[in-house]
């Protein structure tokens, strides 16, 4: 059985006071007009993986307003784990709590046993933006394929906080400094190799696809310097950093620095320099190969999130994209203005009407277009 929702609960979740749906295995599209609400159904999605989900929201800009009491979203998933009861609530602006089978549960639980990938509009200028968005990018493919590595951010990004904090503070005794460098080389190393891995993976997935999508030829680099490769390197160039990172008051070395250099393979070009299609091109190539490789990985392709990305295709990239998704047997959830960008997919897809009331969001089911 593929990964997949076969419900999804939301209650006073951002626009939707109350909505119930039960998918089956098939890609899910949810169309209707700007502003009804189908952004906010794939973003409820996106939580069922770890983190704040796709918009990186706090769990107080969830919550339905002007009522503002809280949210809560359940789903039953099918996994390789078997059939699982998962669900999330917040009172009043609190972070979100997991539970899996009525049992409170840690977010990586859920990476364990949910894949999840997205693109959204907002990832449009992802080449030609800072370094961030994309080793948020980089990031999110590298937890699809390794659970752990969101907890090794973290535990590297809060010693990080602290050994910046020293140096800011213009802290010169190596004894406040060692205990935070071994914690940041164990869990920088991991991360650095982490995603390695996981660019691995997706290259040797693009390589074997016969897809209308180009290539990405991707490489891990470091805004500046090159990054230490082993645990014992890094912790030794934190160490021999210092005095540099105390003139800049922040560190200097390790996977924080690290950029996603991809380039356009059939052409040579940078993606930066690609035009806006091409970009867009690259990006849905990416996404795809990166869940043909889970298929490998996980047993299972993921669950995929696109929004609005079949408006900025012409008629025959949209069709191979169904196609693509179809073959790979994902759970593809799909947005967009109007049920005509889908007629290529026709009965491989479930479509939902999103439309908006004077008492909330109404979710429709449509038999056919």
Not at 104 to 121: I, K
Not at 250 to 268: E, I, M, N, S
Request: proline share 5%.
């Amino acid at each position: 059985m593929p990964l997949h929702l076969n419900r999804l609960t939301l209650s006073h979740f951002r626009s939707h006071l109350h909505v119930s749906l039960d998918p089956d295995a098939r890609p899910v599209v949810l169309f209707g007009p700007n502003g009804a609400g189908k952004t906010n159904l794939i973003e409820a999605v996106s939580l069922f993986s770890p983190g704040r989900g796709m918009r990186r929201a706090s769990a107080h800009d969830m919550t339905r307003r002007p009522e503002a009491l809280g949210w809560k979203v359940s789903g039953l998933v099918e996994t390789p784990e078997g059939l699982q009861d998962i669900a999330f609530h917040s009172e009043q602006g609190t972070p979100r709590q997991v539970r899996i089978n009525d049992k409170p549960a840690p977010q990586t639980r859920l990476g364990e046993l949910v894949r999840l990938l997205w693109l959204l509009p907002s990832m449009d200028r992802l080449w030609i933006e800072g370094a961030e968005g994309r080793r948020r990018f980089l990031d999110r493919m590298t937890l699809s394929f390794f659970p752990n590595h969101g907890e090794a951010s973290l535990t590297y990004e809060k010693a990080m906080r602290e050994r910046n904090r020293l140096l800011k503070d213009q802290v010169r005794d190596p004894m406040w400094y060692k205990a935070l460098e071994a914690q940041m080389a164990q869990t920088g190393a991991l991360i650095h190799a982490n995603r390695q891995g996981a660019l691995d993976r997706i290259a040797s997935a693009q390589d074997r696809a016969s897809t209308q999508f180009p290539a990405a030829q991707l490489d891990l680099i470091q805004t500046e310097g090159e990054m230490p490769e082993t645990e014992e390197d890094l912790r030794t160039a934190l160490e021999e950093s210092r005095f540099r990172d105390l003139a800049a008051g922040r560190t200097l070395v390790g996977p924080h620095r690290a950029d996603l250099y991809g380039v356009f393979a059939a052409k040579g070009v940078p993606a930066a320099d690609s035009s806006t299609g091409e970009q867009k091109a690259l990006l849905i190539s990416l996404v795809l190969s990166n869940a043909r490789a889970l298929v490998d990985d996980f047993g299972a392709p993921p669950i995929v999130l696109l929004d609005e990305v079949a408006a900025h295709l012409d008629a025959n990239r949209r069709a191979a994209l169904y196609d693509e998704i179809s073959a790979l047997g994902a759970q593809a959830w799909m947005t967009g203005t109007g049920p005509e960008l889908f007629a290529e997919l026709g009965q491989r897809a479930q479509y939902f009407e999103v439309t908006e009331t004077d008492h909330g969001t109404v979710v429709t089911q449509r038999d056919s277009l």
